[in-house]
């Protein structure tokens, strides 16, 4: 919701913004992921939540932060490919 007030008092240059949170455990190690796309007008238009339970998650099985981006893009390339063409 913050991140989508703010979307819409600081207009945007692009369609689209992304917010990318990383959940980070007791030994400095990446548990979780959370990730907002909003369009201009700061309506949510994907989001996603990764974390153990999810096959992304386990197949990087992130060290740091660093392993995160890497993992969310590939996560929303997959989920914006035309079907059939994701991973």
């Known amino acids: 919701a ?3 007030a703010y979307v ?6 692009t369609d689209y913004a992304l917010l990318t949170e990383y959940l980070i455990g007791g030994k400095g190690v990446p548990v979780g992921v959370h990730a907002y796309l909003v369009d201009a007008e700061g309506t949510v238009a994907y989001a996603i939540l990764l974390n153990s ?3 992304a998650f386990n197949d990087v099985d992130p ?4 392993d995160c981006t ?3 893009i590939n996560v929303m390339r997959d989920g914006f490919a035309p ?3 994701g991973k």
């Open 2 to 4: 913050d991140f989508s």
């Open 8 to 13: 819409r008092e600081h207009p945007l240059e």
């Open 53 to 55: 339970h999810h096959k």
């Open 63 to 66: 060290k740091a932060v660093n």
């Open 70 to 72: 890497p993992m969310v």
């Open 83 to 85: 079907s059939g063409e």
